[in-house]
């Protein structure tokens, strides 16, 4: 069995409030009882992509425990100063494949050329374990219209490469700010929660009333998403609220 713990967009500014929303988070799974596998953080760990959030990031995404994977989102690719992307972590029994979805200056994602065939030799030299896919943008609508706009394009070409390594067994993807779970090449593909913020549907709101501004809640707690992995590759996502 493999456990990962999976959050999501911290958004870190150097401001108290999201630092304490990511402290709470990983003060959570730091303090488990029991041990997961590793910690996923899908992109969006800065605001502004500043060397000075950049540093808050590293501070507070960090584990004495538990290996930390983190892949870069568009907030973090807003200035020259990338998250560390396109990275294979050997985890021994599975692995975890970090992808750089961001297109610097743009709110949308796609993988490029290089990152694609990055993509497919990496999975080449992974076969035969199972391996999970993480990048920022979901490839899919989830029926957020503002996030299906900025989601991930040109997603078939994705699909095309995990149609050849059926040893993928989850795409993880974050940037929605809302827990989703659905399909994508015919492998789950698990949203994790926003740990700064959450984004209301569209039937949460008053007809009409679907903007950027109505659309976000600060009011939600933070939470994260834990993937249970069985030996028999059967997949089971639950979904945590962490509170004080
Ligand atoms: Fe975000
Ligand atoms: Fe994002």
Redesign the pocket.
Known sequence: MIVLAHLS?PHLDGGKRAAARTAQVMHYLNGLPGDVDAIVVT??LTDNGLPAEREQATALLASPRFPVITCP???DGYTPYGWPANQVHDLGRFAVVACDSVILGR?DGHLGDATLDWLRSSLDGLRGRPVFVAF??PPVKLHHPMIDEIRLSAAERVAAVLADHPDVVAVLC??AHTPAATTFAGRPLLVAPGVKSTLLLPWELPAGEMNWRSTLDLGQPPAVAFHILDDDGRLTTHFRLVTD
Do not use: I, R
């Open positions: 967009d992109g969006d989102g568009n907030h709110a920022h943008h974050g940037h």
